[in-house]
């Protein structure tokens, strides 16, 4: 096998070798370290000190106290409990059963959504701009006497465009409505303070900054009203299942070092971003720049390359040894344009070619380089298999242009 570029952090992220370090203790039976952290013993103590030394340094991370702080098995669980736990509540209540989303969450949040619209709930998707960006404005008028929850993601997976969370907190608060933000694709690379953020809950996971797969957290703030999903005693009742400490462990060890490391890194990072997008735009004709220029985090970026199967352009990328994505679901066979890209107005024909690139810790200037060679080889390839793209260079059709991503102007 070639030796492998991974431009997919966006998806995952490999452990850091000091989280790894730090869970071995927890798998390792023959330290003692197996106890469970509810057991009043010695061994249970063992464990219980670690969960919640964790805890405290998730809690650092984001700026709040470490009792804010439930343990959760994923990302995916976080969002949920967010959602489904305050709409159930809600409505035990009797508060009302609106909820405000926008258009280009992630599918947990949206599937979330769909669900509860089918039992009882109505939900609002907010429209974005052309850049992805949700105006405060419009979450003013959309809040209702009946709304019961906002929820509006930090920064999109796809086009890594950072939404305007703090200022639809503020408005969330005058009225308030819990606030809850998927900060998933944020936690570890930009800062996240819940304060400065204006939330009530947010969700995070841990394999996407450098921790390990299956463990992620909701921060809940002091106060706001929730159905738990499991049932128990677990987490003062907020989430039953005896803890997965060695998972907790390497979370609570991923967020101390983003704490440390996350500004030089996020600079790093986005140069080498930067560079892979100037020579892209610099190498291949017909291609758009999807998401906001500016606001966006620093590991992402979304190139249409018109003419060419996102796809296809992924799979031929892999055998050259580069993993990308397309940021998009591809729902069984049938390639659907992504529902973030059409939600930000690109035509279908344009979105079917979009591929997204996300790097990170281990990106080096020398892949961006490698990488640089080898899209305008793969590009070339697939363009040349293609009718339309024979036409374009004879000049017989003229230009596609994406014309509905200009119907509203980006703000900024
Ligand atoms: C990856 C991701 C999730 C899901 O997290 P898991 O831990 O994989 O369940 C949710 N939201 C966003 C924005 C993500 O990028």
Redesign the pocket.
């Known amino acids: 096998m070639k030796q492998k570029i991974y431009f997919d952090y966006?998806?995952?992220t490999p452990a850091r070798p000091e989280v790894v370090q730090a869970m071995m203790p927890y798998l390792d039976s023959a330290t003692g370290l197996f106890g469970n952290p509810s057991s009043v013993h010695t061994f249970g103590q063992a464990t219980r000190a670690a969960v919640e030394d964790a805890r405290k340094k998730v809690a650092a991370l984001l700026g709040c106290s470490a009792d804010e702080i439930v343990f959760t098995s994923?990302?995916?669980?976080s969002?949920t409990t967010a959602i489904k736990g305050t709409a159930f509540s809600a409505r035990e209540r009797k508060k009302g059963g609106h909820i405000i989303t926008s258009a280009i969450e992630?599918d947990?949040?949206l599937f979330c959504c769909d669900y509860l619209s089918k039992n009882g709930f109505e939900v609002t998707y907010l429209p974005v701009d052309s850049a992805g960006l949700v105006h405060p404005d419009d979450v003013k008028k959309a809040i209702r006497q009946d709304t019961i929850l906002i929820s509006v993601?930090h920064?999109?997976?796809e086009i890594g465009t950072i939404e305007p969370i703090g200022e639809i907190g503020k408005i969330a608060r005058e009225r308030e409505i819990p606030f809850h933000t998927?900060a998933?694709?944020t936690v570890g690379k930009i800062p996240t303070k819940v304060n400065d953020l204006n939330v009530d809950m947010l969700?995070l996971?841990a394999?996407?900054f450098y921790g390990p797969?299956g463990v992620?957290a909701l921060y809940l703030r002091k106060g706001t009203r929730l159905h738990p999903l499991f049932h128990g005693h677990h987490e003062k009742n907020r989430r039953a299942g005896t803890e997965n400490v060695a998972g907790i462990v390497g979370l609570g060890v991923a967020a101390e070092i983003a704490m440390k490391e996350m500004e030089s890194d996020g600079k790093r990072v986005a140069a080498l971003r930067d560079r892979l997008e100037r020579g892209i735009i610099g190498s291949i004709p017909s291609i758009h720049l999807n998401g906001h220029p500016a606001l966006r985090v620093p590991s992402t970026t979304n190139f249409s390359f018109e003419y060419v199967e996102g796809e296809g352009l992924v799979v031929l990328l892999d055998v050259e040894g580069v993993a990308v994505s397309t940021g998009s679901a591809c729902a069984s066979g049938t390639t659907q344009a992504s529902h973030v890209l059409r939600a930000i107005g690109v035509a279908p024909n344009v979105a079917q070619g979009a591929v997204r690139f996300s790097l990170g810790h281990f990106s080096t200037e020398q892949e961006v380089d490698d990488v640089l060679k080898i899209i305008p080889q793969v590009v070339d390839r697939l363009r040349s298999l293609s009718p339309l793209w024979a036409d374009k260079i004879a000049g017989r059709v003229t230009e596609i242009t994406p014309a509905e991503r200009f119907i509203k102007p980006a703000k900024k």
Do not use: L, R, W
Not at 74 to 77: A, K, N
């Open positions: 966006n998806s995952t994923c990302g995916s669980e969002d992630h947990t949040v993601m920064a999109n997976n998927d998933v694709q969700s996971s394999h996407k797969k992620g």
